[in-house]
């Protein structure tokens, strides 16, 4: 079977579905599975071993653009089931046209006309984490397109690869910017591109760099998009230490093999605070008006800041008060969660231990 899945539009959707892709590849082992998504995605998936073929689109002003020209390639190539992992109508309306015989996706925006198979919106939706949405999608194409249930034992696992070549180029990359290599590295991810409200004070991202590389002796480094360059070169301007900026100076591609290397991401609540986790980086995610039970980083190695304050999570994009999920954060809280990260406190017990039951014995 040739499967085509449409791929998410936002990087953290991105790596949430990945639990969902590696199903749909243990499901179907032996069928052809493509993933068409949006080109910056290509950083993300370049290195998938859960896919065949990887097809990228350039997302057009005129949305009737991208439909047309989508179908058209989708129609040429002879696909069976597609599987629709976003929400949008675009998405229905592109497989429509491009005449897939089956066409799986969520019943959303009355698009489930356009659909062979509409799937209801599980009533957990606003509950769970966003990884069981889309498994939950995998789950019923599994059940209606093979007769059996078993996805719904699934692990998530959200893991994503990064090439030995690519690992390779991030440190040429990173030491060619000023980046000692023989100390922890420590990345800042300080925007947000849909969001000012997701944003901790760029004043504090400076003080907890300048106490980063005073008390740990650590690189700093600042990732992001281009939308997030301007938050970013305040925060430089604002910190009294030298910071290694590269947001907006990386495409996707290379700023998730520079995570791949570092050795802790600290962020908002934004699309790189899912894949440093993904590519195997401890992270710490700060939280203030969207919900960490539903869209937190699914990863052991990912760690929520956040104040339970009466308004929170409110979803808005801009604060209308006084924006106190964020500014009851401090500096000296995420500073003291890093510092564990980076050095955990068991090895500073291990060290009493030895201190005092062996070096007494010795002298």
Not at 248 to 265: N, P
Request: net charge negative; aromatic share 8%.
């Amino acid at each position: 079977m040739k499967i085509i899945v449409r791929g998410t539009n936002w990087i953290g959707d991105a790596v949430m579905s990945v639990p969902a892709l590696r199903e749909l590849r243990r499901i179907f082992p032996d069928s052809h599975i493509t993933l068409h998504t949006r080109s910056w995605a290509d950083g993300l998936f370049r290195d998938a071993d859960f896919i065949d073929e990887l097809v990228t689109f350039d997302k057009h002003r005129w949305a009737i653009k991208d439909v047309y020209d989508n179908s058209q390639f989708l129609m040429d190539d002879g696909f069976e089931l597609a599987i629709l992992l976003p929400n949008s109508f675009e998405a229905a309306i592109t497989s429509f046209l491009s005449r897939i015989p089956r066409r799986i996706g969520y019943n959303k925006d009355i698009r489930g006309l356009l659909l062979t198979d509409p799937i209801a919106v599980p009533e957990w939706k606003n509950r769970r984490h966003e990884v069981f949405y889309y498994l939950n999608l995998i789950g019923e194409v599994e059940r209606r397109v093979l007769g059996r249930e078993t996805v719904v034992n699934a692990i998530p696992d959200t893991a994503i690869n990064v090439s030995e070549e690519r690992i390779f180029a991030a440190r040429s990359l990173l030491m060619a910017a000023g980046v000692d290599l023989s100390k922890k590295t420590v990345a800042l991810g300080v925007g947000s591109t849909n969001s000012r409200a997701k944003r901790w004070p760029a004043e504090r991202y400076a003080q907890l760099a300048d106490k980063l590389i005073s008390d740990l002796d650590v690189n700093v480094i600042l990732a992001g998009s281009p939308d997030e360059a301007d938050i970013a070169a305040a925060v430089v301007g604002l910190s009294s230490k030298p910071l290694i900026n590269l947001s907006g100076k990386t495409d996707l591609g290379e700023a998730v093999a520079i995570l791949s290397v570092a050795d802790l991401l600290i962020s908002n609540d934004m699309g790189l605070a899912h894949v440093a986790p993904a590519v195997g980086t401890d992270t710490i995610t700060i939280f203030g008006p969207t919900n960490p039970e539903t869209t937190r980083p699914f990863a052991q190695n990912a760690e929520t800041i956040r104040k339970a304050v009466e308004c929170s999570p409110c979803m808005l994009r801009d604060c209308p008060i006084d924006h106190r999920c964020m500014t009851q954060i401090s500096v000296e809280e995420v500073f003291e969660a890093a510092k564990n990260k980076l050095f955990p406190p068991i090895f500073d017990d291990v060290y009493d231990d030895i201190e005092d039951e062996v070096l007494p014995v010795i002298s």
